[in-house]
């Protein structure tokens, strides 16, 4: 897989890298939130509720980070064809297009059918599909950070778990954040009925699980560094083994 020259001015005259990334992982959060929700409907009917706030969630989520990705390209009509004008399949932008082109039409689908609730069965059975997709998404943003250059930091033995736990870190908080709302501004479905204790319960066990996880992995990460595992080397470690990648 090529490298990613990345210099830190870039990062200050381009802010849509990091928002790609930022609603990369927020779509695959609340994709998956949206889904467990929905399974869980059947012991926990508010969970019908927090189900539908997070994929309406998820839907402008992936609409911003897709607009985001396609826009940094340059030409944004080739982003919109990328099946047919991405060809460079050692890049990982080119897989970033893929993990948002096909991520979105499961995404659509299942919103679609949450939002009329109909066929409950082939509905769940399509979010399921689509959880290997949402992870996709975030682990994706991951890959594209590790492999980038001039930024030793980046280690492929973190980032991949770095970056799925703080997507669904995010989605998880976030809808937790709409569910709140919605019962204290917006009485939307069963919230009417007053907020239901084992969704809050649920979310907030949930989000500080995930904190928990990320202050984990930042803690090995750091004492990674602190050992001296990290030196900076002269072009890219093999990552065939799962070995960090950096550059001098």
């Not at 096909?102 to 109909?118: A, K, Q, S, W």
């Not at 930024?151 to 989605?171: E, H, K, Q, T």
């Not at 907020?195 to 990320?214: K, N, W, Y």
Request: some cysteine.
């Amino acid at each position: 897989m090529e490298a990613i020259d990345i210099s830190s001015t870039m990062w200050g005259k381009n802010f849509m890298i990091p928002m790609y990334l930022f609603f990369g992982g927020l779509t695959a959060g609340l994709g998956d939130v949206a889904v467990v929700a929905d399974l869980l409907e059947g012991r926990y009917k508010s969970c019908n509720t927090l189900s539908k706030l997070a994929i309406y969630a998820a839907l402008p989520a992936w609409a911003l980070g897709s607009f985001f990705v396609i826009y940094h390209l340059g030409r944004p009509l080739r982003g919109m064809l990328f099946p047919l004008y991405f060809s460079n399949y050692g890049s990982w932008m080119t897989y970033g297009g893929w993990a948002m082109g096909m991520g979105g039409p499961f995404i659509v689908v299942y919103g679609l059918l949450r939002h009329f609730d109909l066929y409950p069965l082939w509905r769940r059975v399509i979010g399921l599909i689509s959880i290997p997709f949402m992870f996709w998404m975030a682990l994706n943003t991951a890959m594209l950070l590790s492999a980038a250059t001039r930024v030793p930091i980046w280690s492929r033995d973190y980032l991949p778990a770095l970056f799925i736990n703080s997507g669904l870190l995010s989605g998880v908080a976030g809808a937790g954040l709409l569910f709140i709302l919605a019962a204290r501004y917006f009485p939307f479905g069963a919230v009417r009925e007053g907020v239901p204790h084992q969704v809050l319960l649920g979310t907030s066990v949930g989000a500080l699980a995930f904190e928990v996880i990320e202050v984990g992995i930042l803690y090995s990460l750091v004492n990674f560094l602190a050992a001296g595992a990290a030196s900076p080397v002269v072009g890219a470690v093999s990552s065939a083994k799962g070995s960090p990648i950096f550059y001098d």
